[in-house]
T-cell receptor, first 116, second 111 residues
């Protein structure tokens, strides 16, 4: 079974440029998460989707970050414009359902962003 | 928001020594999950604990959920170099459904 697929794996951009990340969750997983992970720290939730609905986006900096999950499958995370402090690894994860009492999270390999 | 703290932040052990990381919360947790992240890799699920006082074992790893459901521990017996990585706890508080990761404990095993 294919795991969570993310692209690109690496991205280097100059500040003020836009960037987009793509995630394909495990087939059949209704819940999709975007996390941000800085070096030496734990993943921080940016947004959580239940199917196509964003049910938790309280930590998403909405002035520059946006996300969508059309048709409740693939998702994209966009940053525009990027700032130096956005350099981090952006992790996508999926779980079978949003009830974390029963569901483990499956993570993709992550997209490492470097903003120069 | 909920803070799930882990101690220690870093741990260096000689191969064969034991290792323990602790996860503490100021609020009651509905569950606790543990993940391992190898250097350069992504978090991989290890286990989930739900019941108060629950203890689960996976070979050399022992996971425990506190009686008050506010803390948890992961103990590794006789560490091996393959145990190297960062161990994260993650949880949902009883008062909400946001899922938070702890600060992580980075384990280095010296051969």
């Amino acid at each position: 079974e294919a795991g969570v697929v993310q692209s690109p794996r690496y991205k280097i951009i100059e500040k003020k440029q836009p960037v987009a990340f793509w995630c394909n969750p495990i087939s059949g997983h209704n819940t999709l998460y975007w996390y941000l992970q800085n070096l030496g720290q734990g993943p921080e939730l940016l947004i959580r989707y239940e199917n196509e609905e964003a049910v938790d986006d309280s930590q998403l900096p909405k002035d520059r970050f946006s996300a969508e999950r059309l048709k409740g499958v693939d998702s994209t995370l966009k940053i525009q414009p990027a700032e130096l402090g956005d350099s981090a690894v952006y992790l996508c994860a999926s779980s079978q359902d949003g009830n974390t009492n029963t569901g483990e999270l499956f993570f993709g390999e992550g997209s490492r962003l470097t903003v120069l | 928001g909920q803070q799930v703290m882990q101690i220690p932040q870093y741990q260096h052990v000689q191969e064969g020594e034991d290792f323990t990381t602790y996860c503490n919360s100021s609020t009651t947790l509905s569950n606790i999950q543990w993940y391992k992240q190898r250097p350069g890799g992504h978090p991989v699920f290890l286990i989930q604990l739900v019941k108060s006082g629950e203890v689960k074992k996976q070979k050399r790893l022992t996971f425990q959920f506190g009686e008050a459901k506010k803390n948890s521990s992961l103990h590794i017996t006789a560490t091996q170099t393959t145990d190297v990585g960062t161990y994260f706890c993650a949880s949902t508080a009883n008062t909400g459904n946001q899922f938070y990761f702890g600060t992580g404990t980075s384990l280095t095993v010296i051969p």
